[in-house]
C-alpha cells in the first residue's frame, strides 16, 4: 500500500493530476465540484424487482454525478471515493433500511485484473467505514465473466447476468440483512441476479443503494 502511494506522488509530479469534474489541475477534485456534488438533487427510491426488498439511488444517471461514476471506472481517486460515499450515507440514512451487512457487486477475475480495481468495493469500503457496518467483499463472487452489457436491452442483460454470481454462506452470519453497493442501476439486472445468490447463500434479505440510476 505505501509503495502505491508513493508510485501515485511520483505519477502526480509527472502528470499533474485534473478534477474528475471540471479538469482543474493540480487536484483530483476540486472544492467547487465537491461542493456541487454535495448539493446535486435526484435522489430515487426504486421499484424494487424480486427478490430484492428495496432499491435506491443518490441521483439520476447524469451530469457531475455520472462523470464521477465513469471516473471510477477508469482510475480510484480517494476524494471521489470519499465524496460518492458521503452522498451514499446520506440516502442510506434517509432510507432507514434496517441494513447488517454492505456487499459490493463483485468484477470478475479477469475483469479486475484487467481493471486494477472494483469500484463497487471502493465504494463499498467507503460507505462502510462511514456508516459504521462490516463490508463483505468475499459475501459474493463473479462465477461467469459476463459481456459488457453497454446497449442491451432489460432482456438481454437477464439473460446475460442469470447465474453469474456465487454466494459465499461463511460471509452471511446470523442471516444477515444486506445491501448490494453497486455503482449504477440501469435495469437492474446485476443487482436481482445478485439478491438471488445471497439469499440462497442464507441472506435474510436483500435492498440494494447505488450512486447513480440510469433511465432505460
Not at 452471511?172 to 440462497?200: F, H, M, R, W
Request: hydrophobic share 45%.
Amino acid at each position: 500500500m505505501a509503495l502505491r502511494h508513493a508510485w501515485d506522488g511520483v505519477l502526480d509530479v509527472l502528470y499533474p493530476p485534473r478534477c474528475a469534474g471540471c479538469s482543474r489541475v493540480d487536484t483530483r477534485f476540486c472544492p467547487s465540484c465537491a461542493e456541487a456534488l454535495l448539493h446535486t438533487e435526484g435522489g430515487r427510491v426504486l421499484a424494487p424487482l424480486t427478490p430484492l426488498s428495496g432499491m435506491a439511488a443518490s441521483a439520476a444517471h447524469n451530469g457531475l454525478a455520472r462523470d464521477l461514476v465513469l471516473t471510477l471506472k477508469e482510475s480510484r481517486p480517494q476524494p471521489v471515493i470519499d465524496a460518492l460515499a458521503a452522498r451514499l450515507e446520506r440516502m442510506l440514512a434517509e432510507l432507514g433500511w434496517p441494513i447488517d451487512l454492505i456487499v459490493p457487486v463483485p468484477l470478475h477475475e479477469s475483469r479486475l485484473r484487467e481493471r486494477g480495481h472494483n469500484q463497487s468495493e471502493l465504494l463499498a469500503q467507503a460507505l462502510a467505514m462511514r456508516a459504521g457496518l462490516p463490508c463483505a467483499p468475499d459475501a459474493l463472487s463473479r462465477v461467469r465473466n459476463t459481456p459488457h452489457q453497454v446497449g442491451q436491452g432489460a432482456h438481454e442483460r437477464k439473460a446475460n447476468v442469470f447465474g453469474a454470481f456465487h454466494g459465499n454462506n461463511t460471509q452471511l452470519t446470523n442471516a444477515a440483512v444486506s445491501l448490494l453497493v453497486d455503482d449504477v442501476t440501469t435495469t437492474g439486472a446485476t443487482l436481482q441476479a445478485c439478491a438471488i445468490a445471497l439469499l440462497e447463500a442464507g441472506a435474510a434479505a436483500v435492498y440494494s443503494l447505488t450512486v447513480t440510476a440510469a433511465d432505460v
